[in-house]
Antibody, heavy 118, light 107 residues
């Protein structure tokens, strides 16, 4: 079955760019929609953004939009997140997920923790 | 943007109890609502999509209902493995906001 795995640095300095990759295995990335979600320590889920299977359509959380890019690499069956000018408020557990028929998130990665600190 | 609220924020219950969690959207989202369960240290798990459709593999003691702005997740006959935090999410229009969560813990 389809599995997702997040990867990227666990520590990022303030003002730098946070870059994460989600690798999709067991299925094609070209058949579904894809999302990033994060969860600050002890907090609830925050929807970050959404990417169409063609990579041609993206939608971002307005609170992050000015700093955010989500993109697709079909050759590697991966999609990625880049968040610029990070602050300590961006410290969180970051999840990637697949969005299914009515855009519900039916497959999730295990998550990767990113800490923003100097 | 559509805002999502959940009530209660937490509930204490016993094994075998019936638990009802409410999710409210700030505007009409038709049936574009999903429910997730999250246990500590694990990723969220999809329980219900399109407000009332049980995800494959999810026990039938979970059910969802509602349309428009008011939705309910019901757990009938609470089991030890059901103690977790539950989130609703609207997928009607971007951004796909989650509710703040409802923690179900042991009485």
């Amino acid at each position: 079955q389809v599995q997702l795995q997040e990867s990227g640095p666990g520590l990022v300095k303030p003002s730098e760019t946070l870059s994460l990759t989600c690798t999709v295995s067991g299925g094609s990335i070209s058949s579904y929609y894809w999302s990033w979600i994060r969860q600050a320590p002890g907090k609830g889920l925050e929807w970050i953004g959404f990417l169409s299977y063609s990579g041609g359509s993206t939608n971002y959380n307005p609170s992050l939009q000015s700093r955010l890019t989500i993109s697709l690499d079909t050759s590697k069956n991966q999609f990625s997140l880049k968040l610029r000018s990070v602050t300590v408020a961006d410290t969180a557990l970051y999840y990637c997920a697949r969005a299914s028929v009515v855009l519900e998130l039916d497959v999730w990665g295990k998550g990767t923790t990113v800490t923003v600190s100097s | 943007d559509i805002q999502m609220t959940q009530s209660p924020s937490s509930v204490s219950a016993s094994v075998g109890d019936r638990v009802t969690i409410t999710c409210r959207a700030s505007q009409d989202i038709k049936n574009w609502l999903a429910w997730y369960q999250q246990k500590p240290g694990t990723a969220p798990k999809l329980l219900i999509h399109a407000a009332s459709n049980l995800q494959s593999g999810v026990p039938s003691r979970f059910s969802g209902s509602g349309f428009g702005t008011d939705f309910t997740l019901t757990i009938r006959g609470l089991q030890p493995e059901d103690f977790a935090t539950y989130y609703c999410q609207q997928t009607n229009s971007f951004p796909f906001i989650f509710g703040p969560g409802t923690k179900v813990d042991i009485k």
